[in-house]
């Protein structure tokens, strides 16, 4: 963890953000807003970032907010993108990278 890192997690239990009800997703959205403009005023980017594993486990969802300087801000996109395609074979079988620019991750990914 780092200075100022925090996660944004809702009261109920869900796995993922992909199965959330709207007003939840909503709110989870003006936290994140508030935080991307909290470290801008600050002269920090951020890093949102979701883990889901084992979902047979059904753990608690949380979202990460993790700050970083401006530059590096500006270069993460590319760092995650090469690790992600440059991972090991065992994550072959799925898509690598879903581009999120014109869309959330719940219009991305569906959940069976």
């Known amino acids: 963890m780092t200075e100022g890192h925090c996660l944004i997690s809702p009261?109920?239990?869900?796995?993922?953000?992909?199965?959330?009800?709207?007003?939840?997703?909503?709110e989870m959205q003006l936290f994140r807003r508030t935080l991307v403009r909290m470290?801008?005023?600050?002269?920090?980017?951020?890093?949102?970032?979701?883990?889901?594993?084992?979902?047979?486990?059904?753990?608690?969802?949380?979202?990460?907010?993790?700050?970083?300087?401006r530059e590096l801000g500006d270069m993460a996109p590319i760092y995650y993108k090469k690790a992600i395609m440059d991972c090991d074979e065992e994550w072959a079988m799925n898509k690598k990278?879903?581009?999120l620019s014109s869309?959330?991750?719940?219009?991305?990914?569906?959940?069976p």
Do not use: Y
Request: with cysteine; glycine share 2%.
């Open 39 to 69: 470290f801008e005023s600050q002269e920090l980017d951020c890093v949102f970032m979701e883990t889901h594993m084992n979902p047979r486990r059904r753990q608690h969802m949380v979202l990460e907010c993790i700050p970083l300087p």
């Open 103 to 111: 869309k959330d991750i719940r219009q991305a990914v569906r959940t």
């Open 11 to 26: 009261l109920q239990h869900h796995c993922s953000a992909t199965g959330l009800d709207e007003d939840i997703w909503s």
């Open 97 to 99: 990278v879903v581009n």
